[in-house]
């Protein structure tokens, strides 16, 4: 992995219906650092990582990986993100080693599943179909998945939902190898992710909000 | 590339014939409703014989309505579809795979079970082959039509009714080219048959565009 990466966007507004969710959003990571995204809930956060995945369309707006314009590049998708959001893609009827294995094998990486299933905790767990699995469980399934892709770019949308304090350990381990490696990630939660402050910045998406003048009258 | 063409479509035939997924009710609803009618007819040869071939049609296209909702709607809501969007393998060849595994497993057992049921309807003798080859020609178009169907109405919970509203209009010229070249084959006039063909055909083009163009704007 290339410890030089730049990962940029400038005046990015999406809208979700009719409604803006975000107006001339801007950031700028460097390899090895942790955008947080905070902000009251429906401030946006899960819409921009959504939309950085490619998964929704800007209304406006760049994005920069490494200086390369790279909205609506389908290559660069598939090889330099990885995208983890609240649902877990897990299938009940199989169990965690073939969830993970299934992905890997589209990924090509087959040679990282004993890896990242180590690096989750999950390795006792591997023969056990995930219908039999706690919530926190298949998290980290869907987790030790994402470590699996050899994307540069994470985008992780609550990572720690019903993680235990073990869990949340291995993630922050996980995701500390991965910055240490040159790699970026863009993580939306409200819980401590136990990372080193200086690799951290914030951003705020409630300074990106849409006033919202429309007075409530009208749409009566 | 068709590597991961055909590890997608190992994935879903393991997945439809799983615990408590519909590849076999499918068959079971096939052959119940074809029953019903040697009931509702009542025992008649004649008659039986003569409304067999388009019994036999309408209850696989009615078998095959039913089975639709399994090719996106599971992994739409467990988030699948969402890691498909970004995987390595184009939406389009995702879509095709899905396709293809629906016709293995549902359009094909259909097929195989169609001797008995036209033992049940008194099919002519000479029509039993003719019957099959129509099947097997008109098929694709029942799974890849109806492939575009779901990909439409992914988003809408409970959409199987609207699913068939869309749909069934759609299956008619298969109905018609399917019936009509049972009788072509047996007089040895081949017309509709390629008819049928070319309509399958047509949809093998068509439906790999549309259908991940219909999920990339349900996948918002």
Sequence with gaps: ?220 | MSRLFFAICRRDIRLSWSQGSSASMVIAFFIIVVSLFPLGVGPEQNMLGRISVGVIWVAALLACLLSLDRIFQADYEDGSLDQFALSPLPLELVVLAKSLSHWLTTALPLIIITPLLGLLMNLANDAYLPLMMAMLIGSPALSLIGTIGAALTISIRRGGVLLSLLILPLYVPILIFGVMSVDGLRLGENAPMLFLGAFSLFSLALTPWVAAAAIRLGLD
């Design chain 1, 1 to 220: 992995m290339n410890k030089n990466q730049t990962f940029s966007a400038k005046g990015l507004s999406v809208n979700r219906g009719d409604r803006a969710v975000f107006e001339n959003l801007n950031f700028h990571i460097n390899s090895g650092e942790l955008l947080k995204l905070v902000g009251p809930n429906g401030s946006g956060k899960s819409t921009l990582l959504k939309s950085l995945a490619g998964l929704l369309d800007l209304q406006s707006g760049t994005i920069d990986h490494n200086g390369q314009s790279v909205i609506g590049d389908t290559d660069w998708r598939s090889r330099s993100i990885c995208y983890l959001a609240h649902k877990n893609a897990l299938k009940n009827e199989f169990t965690v080693e073939e969830n993970i294995t299934f992905w890997a094998e589209l990924w090509q990486t087959e040679d990282q599943i004993t890896a990242a299933i180590e690096q989750m905790g999950i390795k006792l767990l591997c023969d056990t179909p995930v219908a039999y699995l706690s919530s926190g469980q298949k998290r980290r399934t869907a987790l030790a998945r994402s470590l699996c892709h050899p994307a540069d770019i994470w985008l992780f949308d609550e990572p720690t939902v019903g993680l235990d304090d073990q869990g949340l350990r291995l993630l922050s381990n996980a995701m500390g190898k991965h910055m240490d490696a040159g790699g970026m990630i863009l993580c939306a939660t409200h819980v401590d992710l136990g990372i080193e402050e200086a690799k951290i910045t914030r951003l705020n998406l409630d300074d990106f909000s849409v006033n919202q003048n429309t007075d409530k009258t009208e749409l009566w």
